[in-house]
Structures are given as C-alpha cells and as structure tokens.
C-alpha cells in the first residue's frame, strides 16, 4: 500500500494550502494533507486566534474537514513545515489521528528543503486510547 500512496501529490497540497495558513501570533505556516482510500485528498492549514489557546494545527483541520466532507479511511498523511529538521505533528493530532486511523497509518513531514521523516502513527502515539476501551 505505501508504494500506491501519490506522495509527491500529497506534498503538494500540504504545501498549497500551507499558504492559507492563519498564524498572525506565531507565523509558523503548516499545511497538512490526509489521502483517504477512496483517492480523495483532503488539506489543512493552522488556524490562529488572538486567544491563542484556540489555534487548531494544520493536522486537525484536514481530518475535521475530512469528517465535513463524508471522507472515510485515511490512508496517509504529508505535512510541510519550513524548519531545519521535519516538524512531527503534536500530541493533540497525533489522537485525532488515532481517532479515524489504525495503527499503521504512514506520516510524513518534509521542511521545506526537502529532508523528510517518515512515522508510522504506532511510532508518535504508542498506546493510543481508542474506542476500544470505552
Ligand atoms: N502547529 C501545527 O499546525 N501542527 C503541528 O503539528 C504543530 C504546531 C501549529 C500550531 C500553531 O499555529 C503553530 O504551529 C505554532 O505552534
């Protein structure tokens, strides 16, 4: 499966839509892109607010509109940053993740330069609370 994700299509949009992003406080720009099995690809920018206890990463906005949108099945998700060293979506995503994915849900961040790191979602949040507990 991760040889037939279009990554290079998936970093394009994290990166179009990273142009969108709202950070007036931190001007720290993500944009992040989510495949879903049915080939759609669904992008986010982080979002600000002069509460900034309210800002939402670019992470969670693409699976939130993903809900909006009737996707279903992530499959993959890209993420571009501008910093020396690849960004790894924070805690808050990483369960938001874990929310519509498994545990095998491929992440991707590149900086801008190109260097990427690659994560299985197991790998950023091991032991993730699921519904399965409830
Ligand atoms: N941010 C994201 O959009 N995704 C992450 O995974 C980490 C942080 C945003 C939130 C805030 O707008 C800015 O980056 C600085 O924290």
Known sequence: MADEIPWERLFEEALRVRQRAHVPY?????GAAVLYADGSIVAGCNVE?????????????AFVAGVAQ???????????VDTPEPCPPCGMCR????????????????????????????????????????
């Open 95 to 134: 369960q938001v993740m874990a929310e519509f994915a498994g545990p095998d849900l491929p992440v991707r961040s590149r900086t801008l330069n190109g260097q990427e790191a690659r994560y299985p979602l197991s790998e950023l949040l091991p032991h993730a609370f699921t519904r399965s507990f409830l």
């Open 26 to 30: 931190s001007k720290f720009p993500v």
């Open 49 to 61: 607010n002069a509460t900034y206890g309210l800002t939402v990463c670019a992470e969670r906005n």
């Open 70 to 80: 009737g996707r279903e099945k992530p499959v993959a998700v890209a993420v571009v």
